[in-house]
């Protein structure tokens, strides 16, 4: 079992296996999204309240929640990098920060694009929102370290450190944004206030969270291959890929 | 070679930075002097009625403070970096966060108590009433270190790279989010006459899990920085 890590570490090895799986993989997330867009565009039913312009959230909570959870990626290898120092778990840390970056972009953006008919206003300082915003920067200050310190073995090591960092203050800043909002409490504004989600609505949305988790699988391995070589490249077994040695 | 204790080493690090401060006097005043005028723009950009000021003047004493804080949170570091006295440090025998809190101590006295002193004065400018004047240094004394604290961890990873003030404050100013939300709608409730020992609850456990968590960060950042 041990050995079976090890080897699965060793960035040779890694950049073999990710490179067989990656074809797989986006086969499943390219099925996954178009049934799942499907499914979400054309058989599910139109909202009585909210019309057509509900079906933006099988766009929109995909991202939301799969920025979250990549942040969690993010500084969980970062620590097993740290702990145990092992390279492969920096490089899947690092690669993981602008998809995630991405991500919470576009949950931004689609929130604020459904949020214009719906609410009339492209922004409100709702907790929701701000946290989200906040995530972004936090991303962004991870993408900022790692590009501003020039040993990428050091600024992965850096970076990991201001994820767990981060981690910690996630809740903090989401709970205090939270009660922040309740305080001043503004136009009261409750994204699902309709009792509950629909069974026909919900199965396209669960489809494409699957379609998004493993489009970031896709997009993670792809480019923690990139970083593989690139950091791998004075190694006999990249020369001899390039065909170079 | 006898090696100091660690009470004796943290008192000798907190005694070296307060009498370097001392030495060097205007940097002091000069955090202070941008606290200030920071808050002075505020009624030139906004206009000068007194209803208004009263409303946003919490908030707009935090967010100096805060930058206040950011700006002066360069110097933890740079200049013992600069003369290799941190790499001195870091090989003493003595846990490397131990010392670095009493270093982050001796720069909050430095630069966070002063902003204490200030801050009535400035509640005056704004027309805050005396409740929220009181309201406002206890929040700065609970909140203030805590500002030093996590902008430590920052500046420890910054602080080997050329142009890290940028990148200092996008690394830093988020993660204060959480203190500027308490501490100002502390100083608002304690205005509209409502309890306030919630905020100031929740400020003493940012302060207490800052204390606890944020001089480990500090230390492995600065090890990895200085490798």
Sequence with gaps: ?245 | MSTASLPHAFQALLKRDLTLAVRHRAEIANTLLFFVLVTALFPLGIGPDPAVLKTVGPGIIWVAALLAALLSLDAVFRSDFEDGTLEQIMMSPHPLSVLMLAKVLAHWLITGLPLLVVAPLLGMFLGLPGIEIKTLMITLALGTPVLSMIGAIGVALTVGLRRGGMILSLLVLPLYIPVLIFSASAVNAAGAGLSISGHLSLLTALLMLSISLSPVATASALRISLN
Aim: aromatic share 14%.
């Design chain 1, 1 to 245: 079992m041990f050995t079976f890590f090890h080897k699965m570490a060793s960035p040779k090895y890694f950049y073999g296996i990710a490179g067989k799986l990656i074809p797989w993989l986006g086969a499943a997330c390219l099925i996954t999204t178009l049934a799942g867009l499907y499914l979400g565009l054309v058989v599910a039913p139109t909202d009585y309240q909210q019309g057509d312009s509900y079906r933006i959230i099988y766009v929109h909570v995909p991202s939301a929640w799969m920025s979250l959870f990549i942040y969690m990626v993010m500084a969980i290898a970062g620590a097993i990098g740290l702990i145990w120092h092992i390279k492969l778990a920096e490089i899947i840390s690092i690669s993981s920060a602008s998809i995630g970056a991405s991500f919470t972009f576009i949950a931004l953006v689609t929130g604020s694009i459904w949020g214009k008919p719906m609410w009339g206003t492209w922004w409100v300082w709702d907790a929701r929102l701000t946290s989200e915003l906040i995530l972004l920067f936090l991303y962004l200050g991870v993408i900022a370290l790692y590009n501003a310190v020039e040993d990428k073995r050091t600024a992965a090591r850096a970076t990991s450190i201001l994820a767990i960092v981060g981690v910690v203050n996630i809740p903090i800043i989401h709970y205090s944004v939270e009660w922040w909002n309740t305080l001043h409490q503004g136009p009261t504004v409750t994204k699902f206030d309709a009792p509950s989600i629909d069974t026909s609505m919900l199965i396209p949305l669960l489809i494409m969270a699957v379609a998004f988790k493993l489009y970031y699988a896709v997009v993670l391995l792809m480019r923690a291959r990139c970083e593989v070589l690139a950091r791998e490249r004075n190694t006999q077994w990249v020369k001899k890929l390039a065909g170079t040695a």
